[in-house]
């Protein structure tokens, strides 16, 4: 298997690198059959390179199926890694044990896409915000109700809500929520798995900025998963653009935004709508669906919705190679 050069962010010496992800690899194997003989294998994630500093955001976008939130969830090893390596403060946690990893894990926390799904209807909100610090037994001096309450005043709900149960709150309410929870165990890292994609337009400005908020106030750094180009314009410091499992550009937030390099990025961002009435640009008509991940095209990925697919795509992968400084894009095209 090619292993591609790290498109790693030029470091200051004395920035704290938080994580970094080494040629991270996941393959699902498709079994058949009572025996579950191995038919095939989705390639969900192949090969992704990054890091992330200290107080970071770091946004990662693509359609639906491109690999972003698997690659979110096996930094957290909820999915184990086919193959590459996960490094957390200079640690390498790949092989760590479950016990260790449980240990670990209250420093790396998720927030997911629907906050109904993942909280209990049956627990009160101040149950829900105090089960984290429980399971890893933290803050055991200070009253868990007091703590809890300062949570809910830090999302921006009232001390009250304690009390309610989640079908009693609205989704916006339910996110703030899920970050309380989050926010519960004091984590370094946290990544936000699609957090804004189930909630209102309305309301979805009000969450973003909490989290921007509360970056400085609780020294948090994020990797912020979503499909919506506009959505990580807004928290990003630097923004990773995956297609079919694969990273195609990886560049600081003004150089993309300013100047995408790779097709497809350039295709994801002509489909931003512009505020002002009357305002026109042009928007680049993706052709065809996405590949099925099991039979993935040869050479680049992208070729077969390329507008500017050459021989030479159809046979070798292009690298991620660095355009300019710290503005990586995956594209035979100079
Ligand atoms: Fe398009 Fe070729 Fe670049 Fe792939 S390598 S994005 S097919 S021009």
């Known amino acids: ?47 992704v390179s990054f890091n992330i500093s200290k107080g970071e955001t770091l946004g990662l976008v693509g359609e639906s199926g491109c690999g972003k939130s698997t690659t979110g969830r096996m930094i957290l090893r909820l999915i184990e890694p086919t193959s590459g390596d996960i490094n957390f403060c200079g640690k390498r946690i790949n092989n760590l044990r479950s016990e260790e990893m449980r240990r670990l894990r209250k420093e790396m ?3 997911f896409q629907d906050p109904m799904a993942s909280l209990n209807p049956r627990m009160t909100v101040g149950d829900l915000i105090a089960e984290p610090m429980q399971i890893h037994g933290i803050d055991k001096g200070t009253p868990k109700e007091q703590i809890v ?7 921006g709900l009232r001390p009250n809500h304690i009390y309610s149960f989640p079908r009693e709150l609205s989704g916006g309410q339910r996110q703030r929520i899920g970050i309380a929870r989050a926010l519960s165990v004091k984590p370094k890292l946290i990544v936000a798995d699609e957090p804004v994609s189930a909630l209102d337009v309305s309301i979805r400005s009000q969450i973003i900025n909490l989290l921007e908020d509360l970056q400085q106030e609780f020294d948090l750094t994020y990797l912020f998963i979503a499909h919506d180009m506009s959505v990580v314009k807004h928290i ?22 300013a100047r ?48 500017y697919v050459m021989d030479r795509c159809r046979q070798e992968e292009p690298e991620l190679r660095e355009r300019e400084g710290s503005h990586f894009a995956a594209c035979h095209l100079d």
């Open 1 to 47: 298997m090619k292993q591609m050069s790290l498109p790693l962010q030029k470091l200051k010496s004395e920035t704290e690198l938080i994580l970094e992800v080494k040629n991270l690899t996941k393959h699902f194997p498709i079994t058949k059959g009572f025996l579950g003989r191995q038919v095939g294998v989705v390639h969900a994630v192949e090969n």
């Open 109 to 111: 926390q998720i927030v």
């Open 149 to 155: 309450k300062k949570l809910l005043e830090a999302v």
């Open 236 to 257: 990003s410091d630097r923004v990773g653009v995956m297609y079919l499992g694969k990273l195609v550009e990886l560049a600081p937030k003004s150089l993309l935004f």
């Open 260 to 307: 995408p390099q790779h097709p497809y990025t350039q295709a994801l961002l002509s489909a931003i709508p512009i505020p002002s009435p009357g305002a026109k640009k042009d928007h680049i008509i993706l052709e065809g669906d996405v590949p099925n991940p099991i039979n993935p095209p040869s050479g680049c990925r992208f070729h077969t919705r390329c507008c």
